[in-house]
């Protein structure tokens, strides 16, 4: 089965950075849109930005200007930069992917586990 695995979470100060990595891996064929959500306790899980497999970018409003997402079609990896953090970037942030896995041929969306962003002073 295709997996994402996502790392590079923590705790940082208000203003810190954060780079956070996900890798996908298993039988694939192709993988298109790649992304992240952000889901915070008792609120909705959001977009934060999407990256297509030409490069074209897409952000939430509330990180334009702080976030850049970014991949590496090679290593079946996309990279989200967080700059200028704010408390109200915490939550568990979601990797995810459309991707073509060699079993079925069919295009599916796959969901990694999530990794913790907290930011607190």
């Known amino acids: 089965q295709v997996q994402l695995v996502e790392s590079g979470g923590g705790l940082v100060q208000p203003g810190g950075s954060l780079r956070l990595s996900c890798a996908a891996s298993?039988?694939?064929?192709?993988?298109?849109?790649m992304g992240w959500h952000r889901q915070a306790p008792g609120k909705q899980r959001e977009l934060v930005a999407g990256i297509t497999s030409a490069g074209t970018a897409n952000y939430a409003d509330s990180v334009k200007g702080r976030f850049t997402i970014s991949r590496d079609n090679a290593k079946n990896t996309v990279y989200l930069q967080m700059d200028s953090l704010k408390p109200e970037d915490t939550a568990i942030y979601y990797c995810?992917?459309?991707?073509?896995?060699?079993?079925?041929?069919?295009?599916?969306?796959?969901w990694g586990q999530g990794t913790q962003v907290t930011i607190s002073s």
């Open positions: 995810n992917a459309i991707i073509t896995g060699s079993w079925d041929k069919i295009r599916r969306a796959y």
């Open positions: 298993g039988s694939i064929i192709s993988i298109y849109t």
